[in-house]
């Protein structure tokens, strides 16, 4: 929910529930105060009933309320002793309204020459259902144009003020770092913005520098360790052409040259495990993993054929997604690299893109492997020594990287697995 | 052919000078950017291998100054700094090719002389050895003018032992050079040896007077009868 919706809704819960309380005592107070002033009336008109019927006998005729708005009955004395004015709320009908309408009525008991008298006097009372209805209609007006101002005030004047925090917002939900990219704030009137700002721009600045010192180290340590390894190879390739070498002497040679490319292979695959983990493969774009794989396939041909083995696609989905091209080809090719290396001669290798899933299958000479393990860095199968245990750990984090599951399982035979989400 | 190696590394430029030479190649040498400029300005050469981290500055600010001043020597950009903005900058900027440090020396000569055969603008793009003779325009090989049938892979074997003719190639430098990055891992490369195995066959079934000689377990060499 937006910002801007989330401060109307709770202002509209908060001032329902405000509204509804005070119209409840609103309701009761004013009612409180029609019948004290109606029961008022009927107290006064009860003194000018009985002070006319002390000059007017008429009076004592209005058995009903036929014609005046009180009746007036004799009573016995027994009764009348212990009787005490009390006020009612009773029917009537009337005849204009055709109906029956509440009133108010007052029973009340008077002595005139020795004789008692019940008197009752109503008088039309305020509908009560008239008086909600009102209410209630005059409440939802109300409320509605609160409701209406407020959205309206934030809308209007909250979105401008807002403005430097939804500028700055903007621009940090499309921030990378590694895509030299600035954040240019809008200045505000307001502390707690410019604060923001401030702050933002002070650890985006930080994160930049520190990110960039840090490419630059790897940068450097690759520099620092390539050209002595460089240097070491070359210096050897130029001695073993040398005429003079024996056999035995060449051999030799051909062993330390072997052991320092396996270190510039380590080295590179630590570079890049690094760089992929220092997000400096900023460029993405739709890569078509069908493709992708049926071109990896062609390029392990000899690969595999070699160990006569065969490579088959089954393919009943068209997979893409949105990633750097040359890490998705490093992850499938690391992938097939794994099961070529570690498969059975003479076996199968059986690639299924079914679904959101890339999944690889391949033979292997032990059984399951321990799933925890297989990914992480220098995980060797010792009876392999020229792989640096490192290619599935550069899949994991390709994997991981842009939100992939790489899962192994073994059921017969290995499997890895990558599942894309949708 | 001279060729200019701009490099700080003294032991690196001097594997470079004593490989090249043995090619035969007229080789200068210059470990600054300032020695570069003043040997650029006297001389052109065929080829310059380029360093990008040099003491007293950016190889690839000479770059741009060698493309400001329309001199028009081949370059190669030789770098340790592995990495893709340098690559595309460079290539960008003109020069001819990127190799990334390390490297074999086998890669390097197939390397110089690939941009020294393109720089030849002669039309005659093709490399004789007694009598064999390959066509890297129209990517065929000939024995006798005879041609000789070879699949993708096997045609790029033969183009890189051409280029180090008499030269010790490393199995892993032709295995980068043919399969590119991703053999990396395999085991000794012992799967290059089926493919030499057939092209040995397909160079002495048509009468080839070359020969792939294997080196001890290292490599292999080309050779004339």
């Keep these: 929910m937006r910002l801007l919706n989330y401060t109307t809704s709770y202002f509209a819960a908060v001032l329902f529930i405000i509204l509804g309380v005070w119209a409840v005592i609103f309701y009761f107070e004013m009612l409180d105060e029609i019948y004290d002033s109606l029961d008022d009336g009927l107290e006064n008109q009860k003194m000018l009933v009985i002070n006319r019927a002390k000059a007017d006998p008429e009076v004592f005729k209005n058995l009903e309320f036929n014609d005046g708005s009180y009746t007036i009955r004799p009573i016995a004395r027994n009764n009348a002793i212990s009787f005490r004015d009390f006020y009612r709320d009773t029917l009537m009908y009337m005849q204009n309204e055709d109906e029956y309408e509440p009133v108010r009525l007052l029973e009340t008991v008077f002595k005139q020459d020795d004789e008692f008298y019940k008197l009752k006097i109503i008088t039309s009372m305020v509908e009560e259902d008239d008086l909600i209805e009102d209410l209630l209609f005059s409440l939802i007006l109300l409320y509605v144009g609160l409701i209406l101002s407020i959205v309206l005030l934030n809308n209007l004047i909250l979105k401008k003020i807002w403005n430097p925090f939804y500028v700055l917002l903007q621009q940090l939900k499309d921030f990378r770092l590694g895509k030299d990219q600035k954040i240019e704030t809008v200045p505000s009137k307001i502390e707690e913005f410019n604060l923001l700002n401030n702050r933002i721009e002070q650890m985006l600045g930080k994160s930049v520098s520190s990110y960039n010192s840090q490419k630059q180290f790897i940068e450097n340590a690759a520099h620092e360790l390539q050209t002595p390894l460089a240097i070491s190879i070359n210096k050897l390739e130029l001695l073993v052409e040398n005429e003079d070498l024996n056999p035995s002497q060449i051999e030799i040679i051909a062993s330390v040259l072997n052991n320092l490319e396996g270190l510039t292979r380590m080295n590179n695959s630590l570079l890049l495990l690094s760089k992929i983990e220092n997000q400096q493969f900023p460029d993405e774009e739709e890569i078509h993993f069908n493709d992708l794989t049926f071109d990896l396939k062609s390029d392990f041909e000899d690969l595999a054929s070699h160990k006569k083995m065969k490579i088959n696609i089954k393919t009943t989905s068209d997979l893409k997604y949105i990633m750097n091209k040359g890490l998705a080809s490093i992850l499938l090719s690391n992938l097939l690299k794994n099961a070529i290396v570690h498969g059975k001669k003479k076996s199968d290798i059986e690639i299924v893109i079914a679904g959101n899933n890339f999944t690889i299958y391949n033979t292997g000479h032990n059984g399951a492997l321990d799933s925890e393990k297989v990914f992480s860095r220098f995980q060797k199968n010792t009876d392999y020594k020229a792989s640096t245990g490192i290619g599935l750990a550069i899949a994991k984090t390709i994997a991981g990287k842009y939100g992939l599951q790489l899962i192994y399982s073994y059921d017969q035979r290995h499997s890895f697995q990558l599942h894309f989400p949708k | ?225």
């Design chain 2, 1 to 225: 052919m001279k060729i200019l190696i701009i490099e700080d590394e003294l032991d690196m430029l001097q594997n470079m000078k004593d490989f090249l030479e043995r090619e035969n190649f007229v080789v200068e040498t210059a470990d600054s950017v300032l020695e570069a400029r003043s040997k650029i300005g006297v001389y052109t050469y065929d080829c310059i291998l380029l360093d990008i981290n040099l003491k007293d500055g950016n190889g690839l600010d000479l770059l741009e100054e060698l493309k400001q001043k329309k001199i028009e020597d081949g370059v190669i950009i030789v770098s340790a700094k592995n990495s893709l903005d340098d690559k595309l900058a460079g290539l960008n900027l003109g020069a001819d090719d990127y190799l990334a440090k390390p490297f074999h020396m086998a890669e390097l000569n197939a390397r110089v002389k690939a941009v020294l055969r393109r720089r030849q603008f002669n039309g005659n793009n093709i490399i004789h050895i007694d009598n064999l003779s390959i066509n890297l325009d129209e990517r065929q090989a000939n024995i006798d003018n005879e041609p000789l049938n070879l699949n993708r892979k096997e045609y790029e074997i033969l183009v890189f032992f051409a280029s180090n003719q008499n030269r010790m190639v490393n199995k892993s430098a032709l295995a980068e050079h043919v399969w590119g990055d991703y053999i990396d891992q395999s085991d000794s490369f012992e799967f290059i040896y089926s493919q030499i195995k057939n092209l040995r066959r397909k160079l002495k079934s048509t009468g080839a007077r070359v020969e792939i000689k294997a080196v001890y377990g290292i490599g292999y060499k080309l050779m004339t009868l």
